[in-house]
């Protein structure tokens, strides 16, 4: 890179990191200069616009250069600035676990939509970040969620992520596959966000998913509905009745509804997301 010039503005970085994200062929939002430039010098995206008149000093500068320069290639601005909000709540994130996306929080709103006891015992299968589990236990504030996870590094980031809101004590971690070896009788809600793309379709993904996030957590073993086959299976010993809500990919209802006819599950309802796309997928067991 070209040496700085000995004084720069906010404004003047702004200007040029605009220029450039603009120009980039994945076209991220012109928005993230202000919040990569805010994440260096420990300003929020609105005081960073009120103080565009502001010098920052070369080292600032540089190292704002640097994370621009990550972004250019790629590089999700999550990871760059080290936290994603989810359901109104920021949630620390690095590639060892998935960005949680808008539409995962509908599986949020249809799990508070349910008629469930007043202090619940629920299960999140494949926790990631623990956006789901954390989430849930900050908007059911007696529930106590167990959160279990193939990936010793993700349950570290959900580990963190509880202790920072405060529900350490009411989630508890586990490193699992899938819910094997738990008593799945005791829980009155089991969430998922499970791998769903084929990987067939891998090489089809931004560069942005897929050269960045961990492919453990988006790639399913063997074809995209791998997963949902293990869980409706292996969550056979829920007691009748256990809603379970799971998160599905883009052409997988139909499939879905093939596989819970053949199962001991009910397919009650498909919630939409804001792209039309039947995402959260309602189910019981069967009594």
Do not use: K
């Not at 590089?75 to 998935?98: I, K, S, T």
């Not at 509880?162 to 699992?176: E, F, I, P, Y």
């Amino acid at each position: 890179m070209a040496p700085l010039p000995p004084a720069l503005t906010i404004a003047h970085l702004l200007d040029d990191a605009r220029r450039r994200l603009a120009a980039a062929p994945f076209r991220p939002s012109t928005r993230e200069a202000a919040l990569l430039l805010g994440r260096v010098l420990g300003l929020s995206e609105a005081e960073v616009l009120a103080r565009d008149d502001r010098r920052v000093e070369p080292p600032d500068a540089e190292r704002f250069r640097s994370l621009l320069e990550r972004r250019l290639r790629g590089e999700p601005v999550a990871y760059l600035l080290g936290e994603r909000e989810f359901f109104g709540w920021p949630f620390a994130v690095d590639p060892r676990v998935l960005i949680p996306r808008p539409e995962t929080e509908h599986l949020i709103e249809e799990a508070l939509a349910l008629e469930l006891p007043a202090a619940p015992r629920i299960l999140d299968v494949g926790t990631g970040s623990g956006a789901i589990a954390v989430t849930l236990a900050l908007e059911l504030p007696a529930a106590r969620v167990t959160a279990v996870d193939l990936s010793p590094a993700a349950l570290a980031v959900a580990a963190a992520n509880a202790h920072r809101h405060g529900v350490a004590d009411r989630v508890r971690l586990a490193a699992l596959d899938l819910a094997v070896g738990l008593r799945l009788g005791s829980f009155d809600l089991v969430v998922s966000n499970p791998p769903y793309v084929d990987p067939a379709d891998r090489a089809d993904l931004s560069p942005e998913i897929r050269d960045f996030e961990p492919a453990i957590a988006l790639v399913a073993p063997g074809s995209g509905e791998s997963v949902l086959v293990r869980l409706l299976s292996e969550l056979d010993d829920l007691a009748p009745g256990t809603p379970l809500l799971l998160e599905i990919g883009q052409g997988q209802a139909g499939r879905l509804e093939t596989l819970a006819a053949g199962s001991l599950f009910e397919l009650r309802c498909l919630r939409l997301d804001l792209a039309g796309i039947p995402r959260i997928a309602t189910l019981t067991r069967a009594g």
